[in-house]
């Protein structure tokens, strides 16, 4: 940890900030992130990043100090900004375009006591025992991805072919969405999350930092009108499905604002399918690169429940959240100011020496394996239990279909700095 005396801040080199933060990096996450993370985590733990064209922010890389951070909401808040960190330039237009109000109404823009409550309102339907009802429904889901992986004949590609539409069909389920509207839903969300990346933006407005603020309050206003009326219909017809539970929820005996309501069903469409397709598709890559463990894994399935928590650790899909200090204070021998930016490095805690034994080595046995990839504390992901079960049945099914996997050629990553992960994944598999 630094000693520095509290008025010294540390600034990092601008080629390593840049490397953390400009979205560019992501496309080559093991060769420029991680070695410029695994450099903060030696030398400058807790650091400012001053890169141009960015509001200054601070870096946590350590596993320790991001999970004390996020013990601590009310001084590293979450209702003081956006979740993740945008250029002065998106920020700008997205203020101008949101009039200066938060941009959505989601848990991740919330502070308690708002968000405690707001969270408790589908906190017991995400919970292990009612997520475990919907096995059989998803198991169904993950048997009709392998078949289509298997139909390809040998040769696919496993993240646009399959990861993209597996947990997106799974989530969609729980909302009671029919299949026929997912299209629009990946849509909208590659253009609220993607938009960095130039494979990913739209094609019809000009890729300057204003069309893509414009495309991301695009995306949001169609969402708000798709799900607005699926509102309207779980009002008038409820089921037990998560769409109704959140349409008909009460909070302090008065029903949920639609900005509220609509907020929810953006954040779990959104936060419910890029991150898990990234992670089920860093699974197979990883794999395919180790032969010896897809062995291990298909000789004994009580394996596949490490396998995923070692993706999940390996992978780290969501790239950093952000929190605003809400006041005055010293973190590290560093001197914080109200309103300061602050990013958690998920990536790098997850490969912090001090808690992981050979952190770049990916290994399925490993035990404990204290990853958090989901956050922690109160703001911990809400859908991790979902994620959790929705992989571990996709592996369930698909391990003894498949004798063998290998790289059919190289593999590419989205260019983002909050969610990113493979975006084509080539591979060559021989069935079972
Ligand atoms: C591999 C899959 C996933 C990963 C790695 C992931 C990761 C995360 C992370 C890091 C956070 C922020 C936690 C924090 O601030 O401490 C988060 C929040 C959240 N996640 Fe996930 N997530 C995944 C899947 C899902 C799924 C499947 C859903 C919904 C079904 C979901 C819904 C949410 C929501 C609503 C929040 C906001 C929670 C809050 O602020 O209280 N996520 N997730």
């Given at each position: 940890m630094s000693t520095a005396a509290a008025q010294d801040q540390i600034i990092i080199p601008d080629d390593i900030a840049k490397s953390v933060l400009l979205p560019a990096s992501y496309a080559n996450e093991a060769g420029i992130v991680h070695p410029a993370l695994t450099?903060?985590?030696?030398?400058?733990?807790f650091a400012r990043a001053e890169v141009e064209g960015y509001a200054p922010t601070w870096l946590a890389t350590k596993h320790a100090d991001i999970m004390e951070i996020e013990r601590t909401p009310t001084v590293f808040r979450s209702g003081l900004g956006e979740p993740y960190i945008n250029s002065l330039v998106d920020t700008r237009f997205l203020s101008e375009m949101n009039e200066g109000r938060r941009g959505?109404?989601?848990?991740?823009?919330?502070?308690?006591?708002?968000?405690?409550?707001?969270?408790?309102?589908?906190?017991?339907?995400?919970?292990?025992?009612?997520?475990?009802?919907?096995?059989?429904?998803?198991?169904?889901?993950?048997?009709?991805?392998?078949?289509?992986?298997?139909?390809y004949g040998g040769e696919v590609d496993f993240f646009k072919d399959i990861a993209l539409y597996y947990p997106l069909r799974v989530i969609m389920s729980l909302f009671g969405v029919p299949p026929e509207d997912e299209p629009t839903m990946l849509k909208l969300?590659?253009?609220?999350?993607?938009?960095?990346?130039?494979?990913?933006?739209?094609?019809?407005?000009?890729?300057?930092?204003?069309?893509?603020?414009?495309?991301?309050?695009?995306?949001?206003?169609?969402?708000?009108?798709?799900?607005?009326?699926?509102a309207d219909d779980r009002r008038a017809n409820p089921t037990d499905d998560l769409a109704s539970i959140i349409a008909n929820a009460q909070v302090d005996g008065e029903p949920l604002p639609g900005s509220f309501v609509n907020g929810y069903y953006i954040a779990i469409a959104t936060a419910g399918h890029d991150t898990t397709s990234a992670t089920t598709a860093t699974a197979v890559q990883q794999l395919a690169a180790h032969p010896e463990q897809l062995e291990a894994v298909r000789a004994d399935p009580s394996l596949i429940p490490g396998l995923v928590d070692e993706a999940l650790r390996w992978a780290s899909p969501v790239k950093h959240f952000h929190r605003i200090i809400g006041e005055d204070t010293e973190f590290r021998g560093q001197q914080l100011r109200a309103g300061d930016s602050l990013m958690l490095m998920y990536p790098s805690a997850n490969r912090d020496e001090e808690v992981f034994?050979?952190?770049?080595?990916?290994?399925?046995?490993?035990?404990?394996?204290?990853?958090?990839?989901?956050?922690?504390?109160?703001?911990?992901?809400?859908?991790q239990h979902v994620a959790k079960l929705e992989m571990r049945i996709f592996f369930e099914e698909l391990l003894p279909r498949l004798k063998s996997i290998e790289l059919a050629g190289p593999v590419s990553y989205v260019q983002a700095n909050f969610l990113s992960g493979p975006k084509t994944l080539p591979i060559r598999f021989k069935a079972a």
């Open positions: 450099w903060l985590r030696a030398n400058m733990p959505l109404d989601t848990l991740a823009n919330m502070d308690a006591p708002e968000h405690t409550k707001i969270k408790n309102v589908t906190g017991s339907w995400f919970m292990p025992a009612n997520v475990r009802k919907r096995e059989e429904s998803i198991r169904a889901i993950a048997r009709q991805s392998v078949e289509k992986l298997l139909s969300t590659q253009d609220m999350f993607g938009n960095s990346d130039p494979d990913l933006q739209r094609k019809d407005v000009p890729a300057t930092p204003e069309a893509a603020a414009r495309a991301w309050r695009a995306a949001i206003l169609e969402f708000h009108e798709y799900f607005d009326k699926l034994t050979d952190p770049f080595s990916f290994d399925l046995t490993r035990k404990p394996n204290k990853h958090i990839a989901f956050g922690y504390g109160p703001h911990q992901c809400l859908g």
